[in-house]
């Protein structure tokens, strides 16, 4: 705002006297002297102007825009996500301000203020007018993206300011969380990879091996919806690439990953046997990894590959649901495994981040990194190792 009327023009017109031209909230010039012995002060004080200038445009825009609908401010940014987020993610949003605006009504915004925003909460987490409570992550991921959508608004000039902005979330009790994912132990991961390659094994010639889907899964973490999606045009095997297209990411950014040597023969592999399976060269629109009985994976339920994720983790010993709260194992798990693992070699954060194709490096520490205790001795360890001390029939030898 304060930009539009620009910042004034700030000039020494004699010992400890500065001259400011500016102009004010309706755009008439002044002309003040600003008293001050350097010209830090004198910034200081300008500062000081063009703040209360901005105050009093901001109050008299918020007399215009704030009457905007609580409909309309939201529907700018769930058009901005329909650009870039998964149809998951926008029917949550669609459905966190429905309700919100079920409840609240399509009141203006001014009239959304943040003692209404913790009445709602409470009301949800009571129950009231529900058949069961509302858990209180559940209650904070909607009023998070109430507080999001009035913030986009604020940033296109839709609204002046942002009603409920610094609202802080519900507490979260231990028994409301939703239970983390744990990573596979190195061991764990060794046993599971071994009961796939035993599987595989015991299957007909013909069928389709599932090692290099899993070893890839437990390897570079990616998604199962960007593995599934993957084409043989997409794989790269003389150059040891695989490149995930933006239409088929998380995020809609390509990004391009290394294969591990030791997955290059599993891939070389799996697609002379697809030519076996199909009885034709391989396509470059052929979809990459098949079931077992060369369905795409992509066209199975999620049960399907959950219930054969966890026959493979009964083959290893590997408990999938444990009772003493270490988190279960799914298949994002291996998600977290592979980022754990990668870390656990001294990969730098950063490119982790590259291949599991996060953008924020506080996401996969907080979300994907599960260190134990172990990992850290052994981290200090190598970090601050001291050479063994000589003994003195040594050190008379060498003198």
């Known amino acids: 705002m304060g930009r539009s009327l620009g910042e004034g023009r700030l000039c020494r017109i004699g010992t400890g006297k500065w001259r400011l031209d500016y102009r004010d909230a309706a755009s008439r010039r002044h002309r003040v002297v600003i008293h001050a012995h350097t010209k830090a002060e004198a910034e200081k004080e300008r500062r000081k102007l063009l703040a209360m200038r901005d105050s009093e445009l901001a109050g008299a825009a918020s007399e215009d825009l704030m ?13 901005h996500l329909e650009t870039h987020a998964r149809p998951s993610s926008i029917r949550c949003a669609k459905g966190a301000i429905k309700r919100l605006q079920e409840w609240i009504g399509d009141r203006p915004v001014r009239a959304i203020t943040k003692s209404v925003v913790i009445q709602y909460r409470e009301d949800r987490i ?51 969380r939703v239970r983390k994912r744990r990573a596979l132990r190195p061991d764990e991961l060794h046993r599971f990879l071994d009961a796939v390659r035993a599987s595989d094994d015991a299957l007909p010639s013909i069928a389709i091996p599932q090692q290099p889907l899993w070893s890839w899964l437990a390897t570079c973490g990616t998604r199962w919806s960007e593995t599934t999606a993957l084409r ?28 591990p040597r030791n997955l290059l023969s599993l891939f070389k592999n799996l697609r002379k046997q697809h030519g076996v399976f199909y009885g034709r060269l391989i396509r470059d629109l052929d979809p990459v990894f098949l079931c077992e009985d060369g369905t795409p994976w992509e066209r199975r339920a999620d049960s399907v590959r959950l219930r054969v994720l966890r026959g493979h983790l009964r083959a290893a010993g590997v408990d999938h649901d444990p009772i003493d709260g270490r988190g279960r194992v799914d298949v994002h798990a291996l998600r977290a495994t592979a980022a754990t693992e990668l870390l656990r070699q001294g990969v730098a954060p950063v490119a982790v981040a ?27 360890d190598r970090a601050f190792q001291t050479p063994e001390p000589r003994n003195r029939e040594t050190l008379r030898g060498s003198a």
């Open 126 to 176: 009571r129950g009231k007018g529900l058949k069961k409570p509302i858990a209180p992550t559940t209650v904070n991921l909607q009023t998070t993206l109430l507080n999001a959508a009035l913030n986009y608004a604020v940033r296109l000039g839709l609204l002046a300011r942002n009603p409920v902005d610094g609202l802080r979330p519900l507490p979260e009790p231990e028994d409301a």
């Open 67 to 79: 009457g905007l609908r609580l409909s309309e401010a939201a529907a700018p940014y769930l058009r």
């Open 232 to 259: 043989w045009r997409e794989v790269d095997l003389e150059a040891r690439r695989i490149t995930l297209r933006a239409p088929t990411t998380k995020g809609r950014r390509s990004r391009r990953i290394p294969i």
């Open 354 to 380: 590259r291949i599991t194709g996060h953008r924020n490096i506080r996401t996969l520490l907080k979300s994907y990194e599960d260190l134990d205790d172990s990992d850290l001795e052994s981290a200090l």
